[in-house]
């Protein structure tokens, strides 16, 4: 989840306590925000990014910390295309303009397959050129080594929310004439040579992620079929799994919006799961533990994604393992924290059990030691 409070790309004090949060509350993966392969692919001045080796160590602190909590350090590697230069979120993505920059830092010219700019009020994009086509696919790569450098074991790719690679995908935002446009296969070459890059680069024993709007959203042209055949392409790439998103672009077609119910990306996954045979990951409004155990249960999706639940309960693994009585669910939590939750769970079997004038020696010491 996007923090807009990163320093020239590199993660702050915020980011240890915001994910040390995470990584404690008993997350499996602890996945920081999307992070920009390039300065020219920020959103907004303060998202955070790794491409250059000066902004390692700060990201090493983050995956030390995310690592002794035993949780598995990840990144999600982004660009943001012609979403680029602007506001962030609490400014409902204003560009940015002369007279609201940093003195030292103008706009900068965001990219884009085709001169289509986000929304009327994004100014005109720089199409990309092959050169920068090469650039950003090299930029793709030098981050993923930079990521292993910085400690992460495992890489997502973000080819979703309307950002440069779902830009490409898209017919509505790419109407290139080479290429990398026109038909489908076209459309996708750019995301296959951003995979084919990062797994080039990425160790084979490391598993790679690929998020992935499975439709482009209101109004939009993108359709779940095309992303079954994408999952294809991209499983004979080395991609391990799809994370299971969507919207990022809307136009004026009949396409549908996405209701935004319980699992209401659940039918995405599954159905890429079953016809590309690839594993995939379920998020969006799946916050009720039994409906995380249904639908991994069910084989709808191999991995559970939380991103708004977590900022209210950064403890929900430990509750949804407690609310689906596993025995020792306090394990989830760091042993300074699962010891004591445990003595109170024997201490209050105890009572359960019996009245206080009937406790024995052995009992009166453990409910002194809880
Ligand atoms: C504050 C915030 C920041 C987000 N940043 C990202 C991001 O960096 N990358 C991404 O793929 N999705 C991002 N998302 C989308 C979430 O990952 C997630 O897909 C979405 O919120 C739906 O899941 P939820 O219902 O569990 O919140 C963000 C969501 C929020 C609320």
Request: glycine fraction near 8%.
């Amino acid at each position: 989840m996007c923090q807009y409070a990163s320093d020239d790309g590199a993660p702050v004090d915020w980011h240890l306590v915001h994910m040390g949060r995470l990584a404690m509350g008993g997350a499996g993966i602890s996945f920081v925000e999307e992070s920009a392969v390039e300065a020219r692919g920020r959103k907004t001045y303060r998202c955070s990014g790794l491409w250059k080796s000066e902004q390692v160590p700060a990201w090493r602190r983050v995956t030390d910390m995310i690592r002794s909590f035993g949780s598995v350090p990840a990144i999600q590697l982004g660009h943001s295309g012609r979403k680029g230069s602007c506001h962030g979120a609490m400014q409902d993505w204003a560009p940015l303009s002369a007279e609201n920059t940093r003195p030292d830092e103008p706009p900068w010219p965001a990219l884009a397959p085709s001169p289509i700019p986000d929304s009327p009020a994004h100014p005109l994009p720089h199409v990309m050129d092959r050169d920068d086509i090469d650039t950003v696919v090299a930029a793709f790569a030098r981050s993923a080594v930079l990521s292993r450098e910085a400690g992460f074991n495992l890489i997502e790719i973000h080819g979703a929310h309307g950002y440069l690679i779902h830009q490409f995908l898209s017919p509505l935002s790419n109407q290139r004439e080479d290429g990398y446009g026109g038909c489908r296969n076209n459309r996708m070459r750019f995301t296959l040579e951003v995979a084919e890059a990062v797994r080039a680069v990425w160790p084979d024993d490391l598993p790679l992620w690929w998020r992935a709007s499975c439709v482009d959203g209101l109004g939009g042209a993108w359709d779940l079929d095309d992303t079954v055949e994408l999952a294809l392409a991209l499983k004979c790439r080395g991609i391990d799994m799809i994370d299971c998103s969507s919207g990022g672009i809307s136009g004026n077609t009949a396409m549908p919006a996405v209701p935004r119910t319980p699992g209401y990306q659940v039918g995405f996954s599954d159905t890429i799961r079953r016809k590309a045979g690839i594993a995939t990951c379920a998020v969006g409004e799946i916050t009720e533990p039994k409906l995380a155990e249904t639908i991994l249960q069910q084989g709808q999706a191999d991995v559970i994604a939380l991103a708004r639940e977590l900022m209210l309960d950064a403890n929900w693994p430990a509750r949804a393992a407690r609310q689906l009585g596993i025995e020792t669910w306090w394990d989830v939590l760091p042993p300074a924290y699962a010891h004591r939750l445990e003595r109170r769970e024997q201490v209050r079997a105890l009572y359960a059990e019996r009245d206080d004038a009937d406790m024995d020696e052995q009992d009166r010491l453990l409910i002194e030691s809880s």
